[in-house]
């Protein structure tokens, strides 16, 4: 999906955000696969994971909820689609009804390979409105900071002989 979206230019309603990570691609994957290790990194900075119901199996719902002292409780859900181990999770996502926002959205990450590292690919799609969009751009980068943060600390624990 990233190589497609990047030779096109994005619609309205697409949100397109890659990282790269200093991590083994078995080792990102693998922390989408956990619950454990998610709950550790989902949600924006200054958000605090509260609940995260979250299992890789196509079909199954998912479930999260994150807290700050700014914005409160925000809840979200879903229900994961698609799992291809090592390259590409699909699942839909949405806020809960309080949110403002009503819209069922597709979430497709990938992953890949590049000189030792991982690139991570996130699109979402369709949004109601640009601005639905953008509200998400801030939201999703600070949750990738957290995110790298957690897998490179990982990745250099799992070169010094520790497993997480």
């Given at each position: 999906m990233a190589a497609k979206a990047e030779q096109r230019k994005l619609r309205d309603d697409e949100l397109l955000v890659e990282r790269t990570f200093d991590a083994p691609l078995?080792?990102?994957?693998?922390?989408?696969?956990?619950?454990?290790?998610?709950?550790?990194?989902?949600?924006?900075?200054?958000?605090?994971?509260?609940?995260?119901?979250?299992?890789?199996?196509?079909?199954?719902?998912?479930?999260?909820?994150?807290?700050?002292?700014?914005?409160?409780?925000s809840k979200m859900g879903g229900v994961v689609r698609e799992v291809e181990k090592n390259k590409r999770?699909?699942?839909?996502?949405?806020?809960?009804?309080?949110?403002?926002?009503?819209?069922?959205?597709?979430?497709?990450?990938?992953?890949a390979e590049k000189d030792g590292k991982t690139v991570q690919s996130f699109h979402q799609t369709p949004f109601s409105s640009v601005a639905a969009r953008d509200s998400h751009v801030g939201g999703w980068n600070s949750l990738f900071n957290k995110q790298k943060i957690y897998v490179e600390n990982i990745a250099v624990a799992e070169q010094k002989g520790f497993r997480a």
């Open positions: 078995g080792l990102v994957f693998r922390l989408w696969e956990s619950r454990d290790h998610m709950i550790r990194w989902w949600g924006p900075e200054k958000f605090t994971p509260v609940e995260m119901d979250w299992e890789l199996t196509p079909g199954r719902p998912w479930r999260a909820a994150m807290a700050s002292t700014q914005f409160g409780l999770i699909v699942f839909s996502f949405k806020w809960d009804a309080d949110s403002g926002e009503d819209m069922d959205t597709v979430v497709t990450v990938t992953f």
